[in-house]
């Protein structure tokens, strides 16, 4: 088995917990068979000494899966 990982970060104007959510729903979007997710760090955006939006870097993981051609041969 191969898995392959890829960084990805999500938003929310509400919590990381969301922003985190968000990162994981968008992905899975065009990302399919994601096994895994780990946030990597938190991070806001500032305005007039608010934080106005919440930012989480994640990882996401999934399987990498090969792909047979009608030929019957293993392309990757």
Request: hydrophobic share 40%; proline share 1%; net charge negative.
């Amino acid at each position: 088995m191969v898995y392959k990982l890829i960084e990805v970060i999500g938003r929310s104007n509400k919590s990381f917990d969301e922003a985190a959510k968000d990162a994981v729903e968008v992905a899975s979007k065009t990302v399919h068979g994601i096994i895994w997710a780990e946030v990597d760090s938190f991070h806001m955006k500032i305005y007039e000494d608010k934080a106005v939006e919440y930012q989480a870097r994640m990882k996401i993981g999934f399987e990498v899966k090969p792909e047979y051609k009608e030929s019957g041969h293993l392309h990757h």
